[in-house]
């Protein structure tokens, strides 16, 4: 069964600075698709970023980036130039290739707080 | 854009009580999904539901659970008997494919409280 990681419960960053948040992962698959989703204290879940297992290059948008490593099963997620508004739950989650496997499974999450 | 609805977003039921949780997928997506989320815990997938049958349930989706798509737009997650462990936050999603990569897109989530 897959699993999905996230050993951090909290990290703190300062408005304006990077922050780097870790996610790694267990699947025998070699096809699959990964995301990070934004929790906001009211509770909506809302896509931050995806990454397709068969490509090589890293996922982009805006500040936010992500460090895939497939061999080491490892994705992270970058946020740069931080603000208030990104403080927030961050889940990564995993989903197999197409078919029946199409549910999302879900690391434990973990709370980022951003300091004014 | 296009948005996933959930209604209510509070539903506060007496134990034992049947209760049924709606939901209004994005209007040409194909594939719908409930996850539930404990207060403090993480998301937990229950069932995804395409072509109006189940394609999968998780081993929480049990006898006390049922969906249903009743009119083209709807899709409801009923629970039959309620318990106080079904007090949780409770997630529609819809997609337009489970091929590619094509994201789930979540409603804002009903939280169901048991007494």
């Known amino acids: ?116 | 854009e296009p948005e996933v609805t959930q209604t209510p977003s509070h539903q506060v039921t007496q134990m034992g009580q049947e209760v049924i949780l709606r939901c209004v997928p994005i209007s040409n997506h194909l594939y719908f999904y409930w996850y539930r989320q404990i207060l403090g815990q993480k998301v937990e997938f229950l069932v995804s539901f395409y072509n109006n049958e189940i394609s999968e349930k998780s081993e929480i989706f049990d006898d006390q659970f049922s969906v249903e798509r009743p009119d083209g737009s709807n899709f409801t997650l009923k629970i039959r008997s309620t318990k106080l462990e079904d007090s949780a936050m409770y997630f529609c999603a819809s997609n337009l494919a489970s091929w590619d990569n094509q994201p789930q897109h979540f409603g804002d989530g009903t939280r169901l409280s048991i007494l």
């Open chain 1, 1 to 116: 069964a897959q699993t999905v990681t996230q050993s951090q419960p909290e990290m703190s960053v300062q408005e304006a600075e990077t922050v780097t948040l870790s996610c790694t992962y267990d699947t025998s698959e070699s096809d699959y698709y990964l995301f990070w989703y934004k929790q906001p204290p009211s509770r909506q879940m809302i896509l931050v970023i995806r990454q397709e297992a068969y490509k090589q290059q890293n996922a982009t948008e805006n500040r936010f980036s992500v460090n895939f490593q497939k061999a080491a099963k490892s994705f992270s997620l970058k946020i740069s130039d931080s603000q208030l508004g990104d403080a927030a739950m961050y889940f990564c989650a995993y989903r197999g290739p197409s078919g029946a496997n199409s549910k999302l499974t879900f690391g434990k999450g973990i709370t980022l707080s951003v300091r004014p």
